[in-house]
Structure formats: C-alpha cells, structure tokens
C-alpha cells in the first residue's frame, strides 16, 4: 500500500461532501457551508440503490454484525505472510470464500486466492481484490491486540482491513440475495507490497482473465479515499565493479565507490518536473571490505517514480545518461591504469504508470456513494494493486476500508473502528452495486 497520499480536487463532482467537514468541525465550517446542490441522475440513481430491500437489508446486517468483520480482519491478520510467503493466509481466505458460498473458488499459480458470484441475469465483471502479502519479514509478531476499538498489530490496517472488507461484502452479496447483474469475482491476492512487484495483479492481468475483466476494485487502506491515479516506479540494482586493491600501493585505478558517488551525485543533481511530478531516490548503498582497501564492488538502490508512464520514461533516459557518464569520469580520472571498471543494472522493480479519469462511471459513481453515505471521499494519487489494471486502461480505483488507520508499514501499526467502522464496507459494497446494477 501507499505511505503517503496526494488529495485532488474532486472537480465538483462532490458538491454535498462538505456536510461531514462540518459535522467534524461545526464551529469553523459551517458558516462556509453551502446548501446541497441538486442530486444529479447518477447520485440520485446511488441513493435510491442504497434503499433497495436487500441492500437495506445488507446495510443493516453489516453494522449489526460488525463484530464479525472485525474477527475477520484481526484472525487474518495473525496468519503471517511476508513477502512471497503468503501460501498459508490464502489456503486460509480460500477457505473462509468456501465457507460463504462463493463459487468456483480456486488458487492461480501465482498464489492468488479468487473467487465467483455470479448475478441473476447477464452483465459485466467486476473484480474487488484485497492483497494477502505484507512488508513485514517472517518472524515478525503478528499477534493483535485490542484496546476497545482499536486493533493493534503489523499488517492490521494495510492489508487485513481490505481483507475483512471484501469477506464482509461477499458475505451480505450472498446472504441478502443481492440480484445483481453480471459477476462479482472476489479476489486475495498476492505480491502487492514493494518486493511482490504487483506479482499477483501482473499474472491475472497478464493471463487469459484479463479480457472478461471490466471493472476493477481494490480495497487497501483506512478511512475513506478514492485513489484513481497510479504513481509507477522503476527501481534499479547499480552495481560498480572493479579488480579492488590495497588503498595505499594499488592507489591510481578507478575506484568503484567513487564511481558511484560520482552517480549519486549527478542522480541529486537531476531536474524533476512537478506536473506531472516526478522522484528520484538512492535509498540503499553497500560496498567495501575494510578502509584501507580499494572496493572491487559498490552498489546502490535506486528508485524513480511519476504518475505519467511519458515522465517516467523520460526520467530514466536521464538516469541511465548519468550513471554511464559517472563510469568514463572515474575511468578519465586515471588515465593510465589499464584496471576495468564496469557497470551493471539490474532491475528489481517495475511498476506501471496509469490513470483513470475522474470522469469514468467508476470514478463516478465512487464519487456518489460516498455522497450518499455522507462522508468525504477525495480523489487520490498513489501506487496499488489498480496500477496495473490501470495501464491497461481498464476502469479501475482503489477504496479505503474505513476505519481510522496509522503507522502503516511500521511494527506499531493500529486500526482504530470506533464507532462508525461498518461505513467502511458498506461504502465498497454501494460502489460494487451501483456499477454492477441491481435489479
């Protein structure tokens, strides 16, 4: 999931939204407050479908039966699934979509956990995923505790929320006979965090279901966002090598670390644009034997990033310039040593740009059932599981789950459900509904 997040004006598509800001801080908002704008056909088409008897019905049992998600998203949570490890979490979830109802439930090659329910009449597919995986090493503690409304453990928010939503959905769909339209394809997937490289997203999307996919839904994180902008990033191994040597008597022949300082420095010298934005990191160096002696090796992490898949095209190209041109300076440092100094790149993650317009019916309709659940939704930028369908130009947003969520990533990481947690999945729920259509 995303650290960090980039609100975006919702374009006036939201013109109500602004009633839950001052139910939050009725003293300052308030008197900014505007009256409610006419519905338009799509809003009020999402307010009616919330009042449909078995989506009433299925509102209800969510917040009534809220205890339940809750035991879903803290169980799961306590199966651990580091990176390219998340085998026993999705024999796990498997089991628990069995358990339900849910059709046709199998696990891919990939790993990926996935699952049918089919509507009553023909209609589009819809995705709605969640990731198994977390960033966390094996060993780590992933007992959760609680304190009232708030669960505390590594993972409990990013991604066991999104887990526990999609369970509690799937749940009421079959429960309260929702009769939609079309299929519902339930997914846990894996690979979502850094190391995974979008694994499992890569393989579904890259096999034989991607062209009976329409729609794409994923839900990762707390509170409430639509995140409909994928920041891509190219993430790179640079590796400088030489023969090495003493410091002292092999002094004169290029140096792999200052090779690499050179690049280091010429990346923090590189120009970045800001619309669309664009970064550049060295996150990792390693290198080095002792002080006294000459590296024969020095490498670096690097990480580039930009929602534009054009900007990050271009910011590479500049990368690739600087870290050659680092290799002939150190080589033209020295002009007599005959000692070799390479370069070499590996990759260690891709992740692809994309964009769906805050004018698509998923956006859209998003937009509207946060509306009609009178909380605010912004639209946002960030890098999830949707990057994938994204590029490919499928309709697609990440959801937030509900729930207040912090220190993602981190050992100390909570979700906090207090007293309105259940509007997290009934939020998801309207949006599925709303784009599949109920009868």
């Known amino acids: 999931m995303r650290p960090t997040r980039l609100a975006i004006n919702a374009g006036g598509l939201l ?31 999402v307010d009616k479908l919330a009042k449909h008897p078995t989506m009433a019905a299925a509102f209800n049992a969510l917040q009534s039966d809220n205890a339940w998600t809750l035991d879903q998203q803290a169980s799961i949570c306590e199966i651990p699934a580091p990176p390219f490890k998340e085998q026993a979490r999705a024999a796990e979830f498997a089991k628990r979509f069995r358990a339900l109802g849910v059709q046709n439930v199998r696990i891919d090659k990939e790993g990926n956990v996935i699952g049918e329910i089919r509507g009553v009449r023909p209609g589009p597919t819809l995705m709605l995923a969640g990731h198994l995986d977390t960033v966390f090493p094996e060993g780590t503690d992933v007992r959760v505790k609680r304190e009232g409304t708030k669960l ?23 429960a ?10 339930v997914v846990g997937n894996v690979g979502e965090e850094g190391p995974g490289n979008l694994r499992g997203m890569r393989a579904i999307f890259g096999g034989p279901m991607r062209d009976s996919i329409d729609m794409f839904i994923s839900v990762d994180g707390t509170g409430f966002g639509v995140t409909n902008g994928g920041v891509g990033s190219n993430r790179y191994r640079v590796h400088y090598k030489g023969p090495g040597g003493h ?40 290198g080095g034997t002792s002080v006294n002696s000459i590296p024969f090796e020095a490498s670096m ?23 050659r041109e680092a290799v002939a300076e150190e080589k033209a440092r020295w002009p007599q040593s005959k000692a070799a100094l390479t370069l070499q790149i590996d990759t260690i993650g891709l992740r692809p740009a994309g964009t769906t317009s805050d004018t698509t019916f998923i956006v859209r309709t998003s937009l509207a059932a946060a509306r009609t659940m009178n909380v605010y939704a912004p639209l946002t930028i960030s890098s999830t599981d949707a990057n994938v369908p994204m590029n ?37 729920l309207l949006v599925v509904m709303g784009l599949l259509g109920v009868k």
């Not at 900007?311 to 310039?321: C, F, T, V, Y």
């Not at 959801?399 to 998801?428: C, F, I, M, N």
């Open 247 to 286: 410091s002292y008597g092999a002094f004169g022949m290029p140096n792999p670390m200052h090779a690499m300082g050179r690049a280091i420095a010429k990346i923090a010298d590189l120009e970045a644009s800001t619309k669309p934005k664009v970064t550049f990191n060295v996150g990792i160096v390693t």
């Open 301 to 323: 992490d690097v990480d580039l990033r930009s929602e534009t898949s054009a900007a990050l095209a271009e910011i590479d190209a500049r990368l690739q310039k600087a870290l």
């Open 176 to 185: 309260q006979k929702v009769p939609f339209a079309g299929t519902l394809l």
């Open 15 to 45: 013109p109500a939204l602004c009633v839950s800001l001052a139910a939050a801080a009725p003293s300052t908002l308030a008197a900014q407050a505007k009256p409610a704008a006419k519905p338009s056909a799509l809003e009020a088409s």
């Open 152 to 174: 505390s453990a590594p993972g409990i928010g990013d991604d066991c929320r999104g887990l526990a939503v999609v369970l509690t959905v799937a749940r009421q769909v079959i």
């Open 392 to 428: 490919l130009k499928i309709p697609a947003v990440t959801l937030d789950g509900g729930g207040l969520g912090r220190g993602a990533h981190s050992l100390d990481e909570s979700y906090d459900d207090r007293t309105d947690g259940y509007k997290g999945p009934q939020w998801v």
